[in-house]
């Protein structure tokens, strides 16, 4: 896909919606149907699980879910573990999936319960580097009243 410094900066911001999916694997489409049709109306859908199991262990997308987003117009996606692949997965067939479509992809993401279950505004600004696949973000989430 496209290095971070060939996209333009409305790419880093959009509409975001939390899917919550504690203690499940794999993460199905029912994941995203358990939030009526908010989940067709955000640029990025965010994976929260993270509640101790950040380094091995946590769910993935089926193949469904990763095809879906593959071929859906999300500006991108974001998780609150170490990775979209399983820790031992040394093809990163997800990654390779989705970054294919030039969308953006956030990992390690914090405090994503606190978000809520509607939809808010994500800024996801990575440092400017050149030619980079991959950079340390300030990630915010601006939350309506």
């Known amino acids: 896909g ?3 410094d060939a996209f333009p900066p409305e ?4 509409a975001a919606l939390v899917i919550d999916y504690h203690n499940k694997s794999p ?5 995203l ?3 009526g049709d908010l989940y067709k109306q955000a640029d990025f859908l965010l994976f929260h699980q993270s509640d101790g199991q950040y380094l091995q ?7 469904e879910v990763l095809d879906y987003l593959v071929h859906a117009p999300y500006k991108g996606i974001g998780f609150d573990v170490m990775s979209i692949d399983p820790i ?3 093809t990163l067939y997800r990654h390779k999936k989705i970054l294919q479509t030039n969308k953006i992809m956030i990992e ?3 405090n994503l319960s606190q978000c809520g279950h509607q939809l808010f505004t994500l800024y996801a600004l990575p440092l400017k ?3 980079s696949d991959g950079a340390p973000a300030r990630v915010m989430a601006i939350l309506d009243a």
């Open 2 to 4: 496209k290095t971070l």
């Open 11 to 14: 790419s880093f911001i959009g």
């Open 27 to 31: 993460i199905t489409m029912d994941d």
């Open 33 to 35: 149907y358990a939030t």
């Open 57 to 63: 262990d946590y769910a993935v997308l089926d193949e």
């Open 88 to 90: 031992d997965d040394e």
């Open 108 to 110: 390690n993401l914090k």
């Open 129 to 131: 580097m050149k030619a």
